[in-house]
């Protein structure tokens, strides 16, 4: 079992950066592929990035692909997900999620065992 905390969510202005931070307690850490997901208000959740659990592979959204990069320290438990660029219709509140040692790359939500709590962030225009 995992547990997932994210920081690094705030406002920021459009074509501003932000990183988000996903760090991770509990056992091989190094064995789940992660993810990131959003959710902005009356919309449904969707996918925007994953890492596989040895790193070697990420996987992005079209709609964040170029702006957004995700990145795992294993030897601290941690993913990253840097944003730059942000545009306003990227608010929304983030989500880590964390796959049990899967056999491919996860992209939907049904895929994830474990989720985090949720990081605002809001972009103004």
């Known amino acids: 079992q995992v547990q997932l905390v994210e920081s690094g969510g705030g406002l920021v202005q459009a074509g501003g950066s932000l990183r988000l931070s996903c760090a991770a307690s509990g056992r091989a850490f190094s064995k789940y592929a992660m993810g990131w997901f959003r959710q902005a208000p009356g919309k449904e959740r969707e996918f925007v990035a994953a890492v596989t659990w040895s790193g070697g592979g990420t996987y992005y959204a079209d709609s964040v692909k170029g702006r957004f990069t995700l990145s795992r320290d294993n030897a601290k438990n941690t993913v990253y997900l840097q944003m730059n660029s942000l545009k306003p219709e990227d608010t929304a509140v983030y989500y880590c999620?964390?796959?049990?040692?899967?056999?491919?790359?996860?992209?939907?939500?049904?895929?994830?065992?474990?989720w985090g709590q949720g990081t605002q962030v809001t972009v103004s225009s």
């Open positions: 999620a964390a796959d049990w040692f899967p056999p491919d790359i996860a992209t939907t939500i049904a895929e994830y065992d474990y």
